[in-house]
């Protein structure tokens, strides 16, 4: 694909939703970092079930820690890997309160230290919260770069160095909301919404469906 089409896909995409947010719920820094922190093989909708319950009775590191695993897991039991989800929240809570005075660092190495956090959280985080031009890439941008050809690759860092290199700086801040919200509710994985598809025209995938799913 080349760079006019990338331009003209970002461009069609901004037109559509100007100002794409996150289908997470939150209402602080912290709030976020431990709802994309739950959001692993899970869907937005399980876990802003689970968060609205908890944030009403902690929503602060030391509330948090207050609660202990145990009684995090009475909150989270419904979502996938809730263990070692409950066993990271509690020590994510901890380094925060001891390191950081209960403040979400605007630090990439730092934010990388805590339990269950990797590059695609602190990506989120970063570009969330401190508008960074980043660009994370979980499964639905890693689908929709790859089927569409935008910006293809093996894995998630690959994708995610070819975005940052070919998506212009205007773009940069939105593009990981637009791409995630195209893939979840148009470029879905099993059957592509082709037919309402605003960038049909310009994508490279070759199996396109052209029946309303």
Same mark, same amino acid.
């Given at each position: 694909?080349?760079?006019?089409?990338?331009?003209?896909?970002?461009?069609?995409?901004?037109?559509?939703?100007?100002?794409?947010?996150?289908?997470?719920?939150?209402?602080?820094?912290?709030?976020?970092?431990?709802?994309?922190?739950?959001?692993?093989?899970?869907?937005?909708?399980?876990?802003?079930?689970?968060?609205?319950?908890?944030?009403?009775?902690?929503?602060?590191?030391?509330?948090?820690?207050?609660?202990?695993?145990?009684?995090?897991?009475?909150?989270?039991?419904?979502?996938?890997?809730?263990?070692?989800?409950?066993?990271?929240?509690?020590?994510?809570?901890?380094?925060?309160?001891?390191?950081?005075?209960?403040?979400?660092?605007?630090?990439?190495?730092?934010?990388?230290?805590?339990?269950?956090?990797? /590059?695609? &959280?602190?990506? +989120? %985080?970063?570009?969330?919260?401190?508008?960074?031009?980043? #660009?994370?890439? !979980?499964?639905?941008?890693?689908?929709?770069?790859?089927?569409?050809?935008?910006?293809?690759?093996?894995?998630?860092?690959?994708?995610?160095?070819?975005?940052?290199?070919?998506?212009?700086?205007?773009?940069?801040?939105?593009?990981?909301?637009?791409?995630?919200?195209?893939?979840?509710?148009?470029?879905?994985?099993?059957?592509? /919404?082709? &037919?309402?598809? +605003? %960038?049909?025209?310009?994508?490279?995938?070759?199996?396109? #469906?052209?029946? !309303?799913?």
């Amino acid at each position: 694909m080349n760079q006019s089409k990338r331009i003209e896909i970002l461009t069609r995409l901004k037109d559509n939703n100007q100002n794409p947010k996150t289908e997470l719920e939150f209402n602080s820094p912290f709030e976020l970092l431990i709802s994309v922190l739950l959001s692993a093989q899970a869907t937005d909708i399980q876990v802003n079930k689970a968060t609205k319950k908890l944030y009403s009775i902690a929503n602060t590191p030391e509330a948090i820690l207050a609660l202990g695993v145990d009684g995090i897991k009475n909150y989270i039991k419904k979502i996938g890997l809730f263990n070692i989800k409950s066993n990271n929240i509690i020590k994510t809570c901890d380094i925060l309160i001891k390191k950081y005075h209960g403040e979400i660092p605007e630090n990439r190495k730092a934010l990388e230290t805590f339990p269950g956090v990797g /590059r695609k &959280t602190t990506n +989120i %985080i970063l570009n969330t919260i401190f508008g960074w031009p980043t #660009i994370a890439v !979980e499964t639905h941008v890693f689908r929709v770069c790859n089927r569409t050809n935008f910006a293809p690759g093996k894995n998630m860092l690959e994708v995610e160095k070819k975005l940052l290199k070919f998506v212009p700086i205007k773009f940069k801040v939105d593009c990981h909301n637009w791409l995630v919200l195209h893939g979840r509710y148009t470029c879905i994985a099993r059957k592509p /919404r082709c &037919t309402s598809c +605003i %960038i049909e025209d310009l994508c490279k995938f070759k199996d396109k #469906i052209y029946l !309303e799913n």
